[in-house]
């Protein structure tokens, strides 16, 4: 049974910096290429994609919003995802999820259905 377990999120004021985590457990990550990302949901608004990994050959994909303050990454041999967020805004305020699918995507990397889904860390950024 697939598993995934955020950590990381944190109260910061605007300009700060936080390094979310994403365990893995469940499936054969170490030998397996899948797809990860991140996602958030601010209150009373729509989940939106962050960013996200194709685990085979590292290629990413991220959200113009987040574009040159996050950067995803991964750790294969510690079955972990990473989320590092630099220079952080208000309207970053959110709950993060960390989510995964092995389903082939032949045009590449992207950010959509993913099946396998965490339960979130909070991360709220004061101005």
């Known amino acids: 049974q697939v598993q995934l377990v955020e950590s990381g999120g944190g109260s910061v004021q605007a300009g700060g910096s936080l390094r979310l985590s994403c365990a893995a457990s469940?499936?054969?990550?170490?030998?397996?290429?899948?797809?990860m990302g991140w996602f958030r949901q601010a209150p009373g608004k729509e989940r939106e994609a962050v960013a996200c990994?194709?685990?085979?050959?590292?290629?990413?994909i991220y959200a113009d919003s987040v574009k040159g303050r996050f950067t995803i990454s991964q750790d294969k041999a510690k079955n972990t995802l990473y989320l590092e967020m630099n220079s952080l805004k208000p309207e970053d305020t959110a709950t993060y999820y960390c989510a995964a699918d092995w389903r082939w995507r032949p045009s590449g990397v992207d950010c959509h259905v993913y099946e396998h889904w965490g339960q979130g860390t909070q991360v709220t950024v004061s101005s």
């Open positions: 469940g499936f054969a990550y170490t030998y397996i290429n899948y797809y």
């Open positions: 990994i194709y685990t085979g050959d590292g290629s990413t």
